[in-house]
């Protein structure tokens, strides 16, 4: 018998995953077909560049770091009035 879980895959509404989502630890392995959890159509997911849902790809964001001395921080804030 097949769970809800995976019958929604075989059911033909989900497209198998593509090669860029390899190591997503979203894939859902059905019948050795594999599938996204999250998103029907894979393939669609990455046309538009990375996967916002994939957990093994993240966008090239640098986020820099501005280390805020609390104090110097306080003080001008305090000179701003
Ligand atoms: S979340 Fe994105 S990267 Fe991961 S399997 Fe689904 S479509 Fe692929």
Same mark, same amino acid.
């Given at each position: 018998m097949q769970s809800n879980e995976t019958a929604k895959f075989s059911e033909g509404a989900f497209q198998? /995953? &593509?090669?860029?989502?390899?190591g997503c630890e979203r &894939? /859902?392995?059905v019948d050795?077909?594999?599938?996204?959890?999250?998103?029907?159509?894979?393939?669609?997911?990455?046309r538009l560049g990375i996967c916002n849902?994939?957990?093994?790809?993240?966008?090239?964001v640098k986020v820099v770091k501005v280390? &805020?001395?609390?104090?110097?921080?306080?003080?001008?804030?305090n000179r701003r009035g």
């Open positions: 198998p /995953v &593509i090669e860029q989502c390899e &894939i /859902v392995e050795s077909a594999k599938f996204c959890n999250t998103y029907a159509q894979p393939g669609a997911k990455w849902f994939a957990t093994h790809a993240k966008p090239e280390r &805020i001395n609390p104090l110097k921080a306080a003080k001008r804030a």
